[in-house]
């Protein structure tokens, strides 16, 4: 746990970031995996004063930003989930709750055979995966405590992706919507949407004056560093494309690509994701670049 403004404490182990935002009336941002949650959970005990959790928000509904939720409404049963739209209609869908769970037992198994975790969590029942209301570019949830949360469409990194900026302190919640800090030297592009709306997005946020850069997973970034984070995200989602594009363009396999991609950002807590989804997602990085 640590402090990151006057309104925001960070809680979670680095690979799966929450943020609690509100000292009275509170909002958590990210549900993480169960893995994650757990962890939550835990560090929730030792927390004092708590305030009350009003409110919980999915910023996008990969199983690794959603999974956790059922062990978070056991913590906060009367808090309102918040997601975007297409993540409503999403985890409305059993087949792909299914899927995300599915993911989730695996990434946990990885967790707890790399020592990310000591204890495995209970991956035998199904929990209730669901957005109460939509949320997006512009909406503003107000705050008891005189806080108010602006929330902003950050699609590229996948059709559900919101971001939310507090404004009072200047903190920007990203989650995956600005790429993955896979290592010291290594940000992984993420476009696994559309290449296009992954650039808009980032120039975006970068508008926004920010103190603190809330990142679902790894380093956060605060002060100057967001500026150098920024610039850095962008160049690796260009280097990305003209990579792929050359690629290509040489008449490349794609099967071949797609395992060159993989070696190459598939790094850090990225690698304790199941190789399948990760394999496929390097797929979509070709998919974005192979339609424009």
Not at 120 to 149: Q, W
């Amino acid at each position: 746990m640590k402090r990151l403004s006057d309104n925001v404490i960070v809680m979670g182990n680095g690979y799966f970031n929450f943020y609690l935002l509100g000292n009275e009336d509170a909002v958590l941002l990210e549900c993480g995996t169960r893995a994650g949650a757990a962890i939550f959970k835990q560090q929730w005990q030792e927390l004092e004063p708590k305030p009350v959790v009003k409110h919980i928000v999915i910023l996008h509904s990969h199983f690794d930003h959603a999974c956790g939720l059922p062990i978070l409404k056991e913590l906060f049963p009367d808090a309102e989930v918040l997601g975007s739209a297409a993540a409503q209609k999403f985890l409305s869908k059993e087949k792909i709750v299914k899927d995300l769970y599915r993911n989730d037992a695996i990434a946990s198994e990885l967790y707890l055979k790399h020592g990310l975790i000591q204890e495995k969590p209970d991956t035998s029942e199904l929990g209730f995966l669901g957005v109460d209301r939509a949320v997006g570019e512009g909406d503003i949830l107000e705050l008891a405590s005189g806080l108010s949360l602006k929330f902003l469409d950050a699609q590229g990194h996948s059709a559900c992706s919101i971001a939310a900026y507090l404004e009072s302190d200047q903190v920007m919640f990203v989650s995956d919507a600005t790429g993955y800090r896979s290592s010291k030297d290594t940000i992984s592009p993420v476009f696994f949407q559309d290449y296009d709306l992954y650039i808009s997005t980032l120039n975006k946020l970068k508008s926004y004056p920010s103190t603190v850069l809330g990142v679902a997973h790894g380093d956060i970034s605060t002060g100057d560093e967001i500026k150098e984070f920024y610039q850095s995200t962008l160049q690796a989602a260009e280097d990305c494309y003209a990579l792929i594009k050359t690629h290509l363009n040489e008449g490349m396999d794609e099967n071949e690509l797609a395992r060159l991609l993989f070696d190459r950002y598939i790094k850090g807590g990225l690698a304790y994701y199941p190789e399948e989804m990760m394999l496929g997602s390097m797929y979509l990085l070709i998919k974005n670049v192979k339609g424009k």
